[in-house]
């Protein structure tokens, strides 16, 4: 009886490949193609968050049409979220491209500047008629001036700071004063002056050049993990107590803070240019020096 070794049998055989078959450059480019299929979807993530920020905030502006003051607040503010997230998102995921920076612009637009504009202006600006519309509009064009701006500047100036203030955070100020107004039940109608003033100070603030801080710098965070921690737990708890009040106390904050700290700038760079040294004096010139006393001191 013939034994036949098993690595004969065609189950066990292995395939052979041939050196002139063997194309290494063609199975990296194989394995590319496959890895690019895989991005196709983390590529439509970022997309789909910034486009749902799209879909809130339009929602909110046929919440305000209908006078569902409250839903459209709490509308903008979600959009605000998935406005927040979908960078972070793209920049973990390293899918970053010049078409979602593009779309995020266009959202911000829409989000942040005709949707809050037209909130206030169903709100409390349209018993002004024309100024109240006129104002709304300043609002908007201020916010599209602003992200322009931005995109410009983006990479020529300090990242740890806003040249002006965000739009984003114009919009939830909005939002959380609406919502801060219904928790309280305070008329709108007589709140009509403060808002036109509210809106022209937003406006303004964030086509100037006023310096906000953009919470980028993470060092107090790795330096003191645990105070940190301590910190974010208490806010989520405060919150958590006053949802409609401790938003708009930390929006205003926010919007308070830059003025303050460029004041502050100011008065430290005009206390510390006049100081001078005691024994330096600019107008007094050095006495020359005698032969005789440059013996004594020799």
Known sequence: MVTRNPKDRKFFRTKRRSVEGYDRSARELRNKARIDRMKQGIFILPSLLTLSSIFLSFYAIIASIKGDFFLAGALVLGA???DGIDGKVARLTKTTTRFGLELDSLADVISFGVAPALLVYNWA???YAQIGWVSAFVYVSCGALRLARFNVQSGQIDPKQFNGLPIPAAAAMIATTVLFCHKLAI??????????????????LMVSSVKFHAFKDLTLVREKPFTSTVGFVLMLALIAVAPLVVPFLLCAAYVISGPVMT???????KTTAKIVPEDYSPTTEPEPVSADSARKTT
């Open 80 to 82: 605000g979220f998935f």
């Open 125 to 127: 600006l349209a018993p």
């Open 187 to 204: 008329d709108p109608g007589d709140l009509g002056v403060v808002t036109l003033i509210l809106v022209y100070c937003l406006s303004y």
């Open 263 to 269: 004041v502050v700038r100011v008065v430290r760079k």
